[in-house]
């Protein structure tokens, strides 16, 4: 099993920026792709940005130029640096994780854009 742990949510004005964290733990040994997904009230849950072992990415149209991802193999752990955040990016965020053709997700972390 992979534990994954989100954190870095929160509440900010259109413009403004957030970092989201994932700490991952338990059988990492062998995880693959990494990414953040999100899901916004009434819409299906859409992949925000994925980043490979290798450090490979692979974004959403909608967040390029304004979303980073990155990795900390060592630490097993993943970040989204999102900036210049729109009302429309306002979601539940959740981590996820590939191994071994299981896919593991985290609790998610609210993230509220205001206008």
């Known amino acids: 099993q992979v534990q994954l742990v989100e954190s870095g949510g929160g509440l900010v004005q259109a413009g403004g920026s957030l970092r989201l964290s994932c700490a991952a733990s338990g059988r990492i040994f062998g995880i693959n792709t990494m990414g953040w997904y999100r899901q916004a009230p009434g819409k299906q849950r859409e992949l925000v940005a994925a980043i490979t072992s290798g450090g490979s990415t692979n974004y959403a149209d909608s967040v390029k130029g304004r979303f980073t991802i990155s990795r900390d193999n060592a630490k097993n752990t993943v970040y989204l640096q999102m900036n210049s955040l729109k009302p429309e990016d306002t979601a539940v965020y959740y981590c996820?994780?590939?191994?071994?053709?299981?896919?593991?997700w985290g609790q998610g972390t609210q993230v509220t854009v205001s206008s």
């Open positions: 996820n994780a590939q191994r071994q053709l299981q896919y593991y």
